[in-house]
């Protein structure tokens, strides 16, 4: 089976750097994702790791290390807008294309 | 270009009846996925086309659900004799085949079921 563990709540300053982590135990997957969700929004995509290390995308970067069985999210300069819910996901190699959730950690930011 | 769309945004119907929720995927992805979340949770996979025909079901809880995509454009989330558990926001998502480089998925904003 698969399960990806979040930290249910962060709560961070505007202008300073939070780290979102996702644990996961897993068969097999092709990659971490992340997406972001905004209180009655869709999912949007963020992130995505293939390979262990960082990738970079603007003020958000990605982490993956598989021998660890961990990732996280990393937000930089926060901003009011980025208050919403994030997820990590994984593409399982025994199924199709779907992507497998985690549990979701919803991120406050505070003047 | 347009996005995911789904309709209705909202849907309330009675314990028992019968609900069908609509998927429209961005032109030219032949991947499509529909998703359930309730409050608080992830989105959990139920079902993927490939083009017309459903590449896994997996996801799918019982056989009161069914999907069709026809035509390997639209999609239809059918629910029969719904139950107060089916309550959730229904999510649609596309793709082109394998996701890319990024394996992004695109979403809808859903379809929010209410059985009451």
């Known amino acids: 089976g698969q399960s990806l563990e979040q930290p249910s709540e962060v709560t961070a300053v505007e202008g300073a750097i939070v780290q979102i982590n996702c644990t996961y135990q897993?068969?097999?997957?092709?990659?971490l994702s992340w997406y972001q969700q905004h209180d009655g929004g869709a999912p949007t995509f963020l992130s995505y790791?293939?390979?262990?290390g960082l990738e970079e995308t603007g003020r958000f970067s990605s982490f993956l290390s598989r021998s660890d069985s961990y990732g996280y999210l990393l937000l930089q300069e926060l901003q009011m807008k980025d208050s919403a819910s994030y997820f990590c996901?994984?593409?399982?190699?025994?199924?199709?294309?779907?992507?497998?959730f985690g549990t979701g950690t919803r991120l406050t930011v505070i003047p | 270009g347009a996005g995911v769309s789904q309709t209705p945004s909202n849907k309330v119907t009675e314990k028992g009846k019968y609900v069908e929720l609509r998927c429209d995927p961005i032109?030219?992805?032949?991947?499509l996925y529909w998703y359930r979340q309730s409050l608080g949770q992830g989105p959990e996979f139920l079902i993927y086309?490939?083009?017309?025909?459903?590449?896994?079901d997996s996801g799918l809880p019982n056989d009161r659900f069914f999907a069709v995509r026809p035509e390997g454009s639209v999609s239809t989330l059918k629910i029969q004799r719904t139950e107060r558990g089916d309550s959730a926001v229904y999510l649609c998502?596309?793709?082109?085949?394998?996701?890319?480089?990024?394996?992004?998925?695109?979403f809808g904003p859903g379809t929010r079921l209410t059985v009451l």
């Open positions: 998502a596309s793709s082109i085949p394998g996701g890319g480089s990024g394996n992004e998925q695109f």
């Open positions: 897993t068969s097999g997957f092709y990659g």
């Open positions: 790791n293939a390979l262990d």
């Open positions: 996901a994984v593409r399982p190699q025994t199924g199709a294309n779907n992507l497998f």
């Open positions: 032109s030219g992805h032949t991947a």
């Open positions: 086309f490939q083009g017309t025909g459903a590449a896994d």
